[in-house]
């Protein structure tokens, strides 16, 4: 739990375009059986990253489908879908 604590304070430090850093955290999170606060913070990142594949990537991951936004057009399905690949090889 100190390790988890001192990852969330280093995000405090520089958030910009660190989408990857706060997938880990929710993985973390997961892991550590706090979904519900992986859920939060997936909810409270989102106006930072909404326009990024990989940030509806995870969301996917996590929840087991893209939300609405994403089969609106907010991001291209298909890079969702090649950034889902990506996360699945490296997590």
């Known amino acids: 739990?100190?390790?988890?604590?001192?990852?969330?304070?280093?995000?405090?430090?520089?958030?910009?375009?660190?989408?990857?850093?706060?997938?880990?955290?929710?993985?973390?999170?997961?892991?550590?059986?706090?979904?519900?606060?992986?859920?939060?913070?997936?909810e409270s990142i989102r106006p930072l990253f909404e326009k990024l594949p990989r940030y509806w990537a995870f969301y996917k991951i996590l929840y087991g489908a893209a939300p609405p936004e994403v089969a609106s057009g907010l991001v291209d399905i298909k890079d969702v879908d090649k950034e889902i690949g990506y996360l699945r090889r490296i997590y």
């Open 1 to 42: 739990m100190d390790a988890l604590h001192a990852f969330e304070r280093s995000l405090q430090i520089d958030t910009a375009n660190n989408v990857d850093a706060y997938i880990g955290l929710c993985k973390v999170y997961v892991k550590a059986g706090k979904s519900e606060t992986a859920a939060q913070t997936m």
